[in-house]
């Protein structure tokens, strides 16, 4: 027998659905987050129940929104007086810009840790930028990194 669930939360559902449907997922994708069973991400998803407090804060992460807006609506920023300028920004930044933007969450925290992970390693060890020590173990160990990040570019598939 096939249970059938009350709505009773129909805003929020609404609101799941359109941050969902933005990102491209569904409630399998949901799903993935930990805490969150396929069941209750239906449920979610349909408007049946509702998620509160760590569940929330999780699955507004993973829509990348602030969990107000997912709970409640409207937007969480600050409204700036004043007039507003825009920035004028190059044609390949805007370009990387959109690439990042139809990034899914897990993608865009992929590219985010090796990103700063490069920035700590030049920070941290400069001379591996200027010098290259020369013996046969620093060549195995260059050529595996030179491996190891093509593997990740290509779990990345950024196409810009």
Known sequence: MVEKLRVLHPEFAQRLRAAAKHRHLGVKNLARI??????????????????????????????????????YGGS????QEGPQYQARLPEASLDVARA??????????????SIFRDAAVETVLPWLKMLKPSSASYDVFEKSVERDYQVQLKQLKLDL
């Open 34 to 71: 930990p805490g969150i069973s396929y069941e209750m991400a239906r449920r979610y998803w349909l408007g049946a129940a509702k998620p509160r407090g760590r569940k929330m804060t999780a699955l507004a992460d993973f829509m990348g929104l602030h969990p107000s807006e997912l709970e």
């Open 76 to 79: 969480n920023r600050v409204e």
């Open 100 to 113: 990042w933007s139809k990034l899914s969450p897990l993608l865009q925290k992929l590219y985010r840790d």
